[in-house]
């Protein structure tokens, strides 16, 4: 049984999630959806941006398809972003971010990469604090072995189980010597039980030099929180941009697929928004986590075939733009 837990969130959530979900009832008509809320709406609502009741329907199902919260950038009392809580309160600890060529103009031929993050340390835990009357901001920052093994070992997984060469393992271990140190030396204790992936490592610095100058020199990257958000952002762009990127973050029974993109608030309610990203992390989700490599290929396939046959949103090009549910409808009919 495929239970599958709702969170639409703010923005154009409410537009690109049910896209999701439609394509995802279209290949897999036995799973059971449930709605659940949470973000900055539901916060101004319920005064909690990620209810209780939220996260034992996450639990429950095991597996989560989340929109994208709206966060002020400024501190707001009792509101922290929904999502960063999700995964860590799931144990989510592997953020995979894949970025695969597709027949859009911007994107970059035959770049085919998987970024696979930590997602449960490093600066991002949040341990901040100021100094001399808010003069000096100090943040801490967290590797642990435990964290590292298990995002290694899974990175190493998802490599052999489809089929790729190589692992660059990314740090700055020359400067961060008792944290990235110890991230380098556990994943690469970690390589050692995987003989038949190639391994090698690049400081973070030189890893976003390449990732500039020649994204196809890479396969999967594994990285510490922080370098993965920024590296696997700049990855999206030679996937084609922000509407066309997907992510899965995985622990050992429970996957979240979200699209990388946030809530769009100046596209929002006008049914234009590109739903690629999150039908992408509905593949992922069916690939990686419930284990229908097939039911993700016809999906991946259908969205090539889609943009090939030149259907597109507008943020790919104006021209001939379609609405999200036109667009999906497009990709529906080519399942
Ligand atoms: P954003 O990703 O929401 O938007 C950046 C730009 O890309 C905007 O011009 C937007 O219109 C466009 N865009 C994004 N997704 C698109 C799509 N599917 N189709 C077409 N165009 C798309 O990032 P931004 O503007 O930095 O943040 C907006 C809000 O989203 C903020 O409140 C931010 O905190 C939140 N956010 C939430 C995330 C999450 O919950 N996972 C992640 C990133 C941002
Ligand atoms: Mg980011």
Known sequence: MYNLCVIEGDGIG???????????????PEVRVHLAEAGWGTFQRRGTPLPPETLAL???CGAVLYGA????????????????RLRRELACYANLRPTRFLPVPAARKDVDLIVVRENTED?????????????????????TRAATARVARKTYEIARASARERVTIVHKASVLVQTDGLFRRVALEIAAEYPDVATDELLVDTAAYWMVKDPLRFDVLLTPNQYG??????????????????????????????PVHGCAPDIAGLNIANPTA???????????HWCQPEAARRIEGAVRSALTDGKHTGDIYAEGALSTTAFTDEVIQRL
Do not use: C, F
Request: charged share 15%; no cysteine.
């Open 14 to 28: 409410p537009e690109v999630i049910p896209a999701g979900v439609r394509v995802l009832q279209a290949v897999l």
């Open 58 to 60: 996450a639990r429950e």
């Open 69 to 84: 919260a709206a966060s002020p950038s400024y501190g707001v009392d009792g509101y922290s972003v929904p999502g960063v």
């Open 123 to 143: 600066l991002y835990i949040g341990h901040e604090h100021t100094e001399q009357n808010g003069e000096i901001g100090i943040s801490e920052k967290v590797i």
């Open 229 to 258: 958000d920024i590296l696997s952002d700049m990855a999206a762009a030679w996937g084609g941009g922000l509407g066309l990127a997907p992510s899965l973050s995985m622990g050992d029974d429970v996957a979240i697929a979200e």
């Open 278 to 288: 999150t039908i992408l992390s509905v593949a992922l989700l069916l690939r990686y």
